[in-house]
């Protein structure tokens, strides 16, 4: 191959990123994920309690605090807004993409291979979609790979502070999403064991290092209140695994199976072509399968075993796919697997551009045209004049990304509502002059309301699910000031009083007929589509 893609790649992620910051702040964070985390992250840096993470003035235990850390640090840079929310996503994209492109030369020896994988790898739709909304599977993956990449130099040198590395990169990851930091890692780094000794003192060392840091914050709890040991253990780890139910989800085994060919694309095309074409021969052959067992195979297992089941959980089976597909890649794709490939970005620009024709309701404006016809175009004439096909295909994916970064911010800014945001509700209430009264979501938990005003606001429960909130770590009865149960006597006499003074009442659908019954007096409201604001 007479291209090699280590110089421009770089230059291609530095592209990607930049598009990401300049689009960050388009659209309002979106529920429930995204404005959670937010959310809890805002309130973080208000209090100043790094500690105790809540969410809507009422105490919120269900994940380990790094990723409100890092989010709580960025708004004290740049204020609380969506672009400073996603901001240390787009560096943690970078890191991921350099750590990926350290493990493909340690792994292959090449640096033209190791430079197609990181491209592969910026990418993806499934790595795309984890920098644009904000929650731990970026944070995660960024751990993941520096666990990997420690643990595979301790094995290429034998030099032990790489152990130590990798201890204290799965002590982190352990302090963004708990045990799942495991799961690739571990079967990754045992497929390519090479019987490297550890003396009894350098594991002690290793095992105290990662308990140190992974285990420190949920030390501190027990130590506070003894129930966090079994809330952690029973609630957050035994209960997730095999009782997901209990967080309202319950996904069949083969749930991730319909949705990697569509995270993936195109790369799935050369990934499958590859696998197929038998390419790999000798050491590389054996490398291919590692790859295809230990690093893809066997933890999407482990994920599809879990009852517990979102997109983003397979974050991490994106290092071994892209390793592959990488490396598939710089072996030369064939005249069938080109067409194959750039037809992919050719048909789902010509779908973006068709959207309103089959879908009216969607709003669109003249820079989603632009954006997905120059796309469109761009990939006909690299189809068509561009003679190295691996040159071709850098190119192709590049200009797709960046299409589906400026597609789907200004595609997110302009469908507020269709993409489960409440931008457009809060900038009337700011417009208004109504951000300064007291804020109440009714039967709804809405967290980005919240974060969008940057106030606290008043929940009301009146039978929704995601309100049932867990209170038993709450020191007191304050929370019962930011939570109403109107099926509560004493609690429905008190949301009649805050009526009575100057409110704003957030409604999904229709009006209530309870909630009717309470908004005495002269009531003004506005419709957002589903969202109805009501104000006196």
């Known amino acids: 191959m007479t291209n090699s893609p280590d110089k421009k790649i770089p230059i291609a992620v530095a592209i990607l990123c930049i598009f990401m910051l300049l689009t960050g702040n388009l659209w309002g964070v979106i529920e429930t994920s995204e404005a959670r985390y937010a959310e809890i992250s805002r309130e973080m840096y208000r209090s100043g309690d790094w500690l105790h993470p809540s969410l809507?003035?009422?105490?919120?235990?269900?994940?380990?605090?790094?990723?409100?850390?890092?989010?709580?640090?960025?708004?004290?840079?740049?204020?609380?807004?969506?672009?400073a929310a996603r901001f240390f996503l787009v560096l943690s994209f970078g890191v991921q993409v350099l750590l990926l492109f350290r493990i493909a030369r340690l792994l292959f020896k090449n640096k033209e291979i190791a430079g197609y994988c990181a491209l592969v790898y910026a990418t993806l739709p499934l790595t795309l979609i984890s920098v644009r909304g904000l929650t731990t599977d970026s944070y995660l993956t960024t751990?993941?790979?520096?666990?990997?990449?420690y643990g595979l130099k301790f094995i290429e040198s034998k030099k032990v502070l790489f152990l130590y590395g990798m201890a204290f990169a799965l002590g982190v990851g352990f302090l963004v999403k708990g045990p799942v930091i495991f799961i690739v890692p571990v079967l990754a780094i045992a497929s390519m064991w090479n019987h490297a000794r550890i003396k009894?003192?350098?594991?002690?060392?290793?095992?105290?290092?990662?308990?140190?840091?992974?285990?420190?914050?949920?030390?501190?709890?027990?130590?506070?209140?003894?129930?966090?040991a079994d809330y952690f253990f029973f609630r957050h780890f035994v209960d997730r695994l095999a009782n997901a139910e209990v967080f309202a989800r319950k996904e069949p085994w083969y749930y991730y199976l319909p949705i990697i060919p569509l995270v993936t694309l195109p790369w799935i095309i050369i990934f499958i072509g590859g696998i197929l074409a038998k390419k790999a021969t000798g050491d590389d052959r054996r490398m291919i399968n590692r790859l295809l067992l230990w690093w893809i195979l066997l933890p999407l297992?482990?994920?599809?075993?879990?009852?517990?089941?979102?997109?983003?959980?397979?974050?991490?089976?994106?290092?071994?796919?892209?390793?592959?597909?990488?490396?598939?890649?710089?072996?030369?794709?064939?005249?069938i697997l080109f067409k194959f490939f750039l037809a992919i970005p050719i048909i789902i620009n010509l779908c973006l551009i068709s959207i309103p024709i089959f879908f009216s309701r969607f709003n669109f404006n003249n820079t989603l045209y632009i954006s997905s016809s120059f796309t469109l175009v761009a990939c006909l004439v690299v189809w068509f004049l561009i003679l190295q096909r691996e040159l071709a295909v850098l190119l192709a994916s590049t200009l797709f990304t960046i299409?589906?970064?400026?597609?789907?911010?200004?595609?997110?800014?302009?469908?507020?509502?269709?993409?489960?945001?409440?931008?457009?509700?809060?900038?009337?209430?700011?417009?208004?002059?109504?951000?300064d009264r007291t804020i109440i979501a009714y039967d709804e938990l809405l967290p980005s309301v919240a974060f969008e005003l940057d106030k606290e606001i008043i929940s009301v429960y009146a039978g929704d699910r995601s309100l049932k909130r867990e209170t038993q770590f709450e020191p007191d009865d304050q929370w019962k000031n930011y939570l109403i149960d109107v099926n509560d006597r004493t609690s429905l006499q008190h949301f009649k009083t805050i009526l009575s003074k100057q409110s704003v009442v957030i409604v999904k659908n229709e009006l209530p007929a309870k909630l009717?019954?309470?908004?005495v007096g002269r009531w003004i409201h506005k419709d957002f589509e589903k969202w109805k604001v009501y104000y006196n």
């Open 143 to 149: 751990f993941v790979l520096l666990s990997l990449f």
């Open 301 to 335: 297992i482990v994920f599809s075993i879990s009852s517990s089941k979102l997109v983003l959980y397979i974050l991490p089976l994106s290092i071994g796919f892209s390793l592959a597909a990488g490396y598939f890649l710089a072996g030369g794709i064939s005249k």
């Open 516 to 519: 009717d019954s309470l908004l």
């Open 56 to 83: 809507l003035n009422i105490h919120h235990y269900h994940k380990p605090p790094v990723t409100y850390w890092v989010t709580a640090t960025a708004f004290s840079i740049f204020g609380v807004n969506a672009f």
């Open 403 to 435: 299409n589906l970064i400026l597609f789907s911010s200004q595609f997110f800014s302009l469908n507020a509502n269709e993409v489960n945001s409440l931008a457009t509700v809060t900038s009337f209430i700011k417009q208004q002059g109504l951000h």
């Open 200 to 228: 009894i003192n350098e594991g002690t060392i290793a095992l105290l290092i990662f308990v140190t840091v992974g285990f420190s914050w949920f030390a501190f709890l027990v130590a506070e209140d003894s129930r966090f």
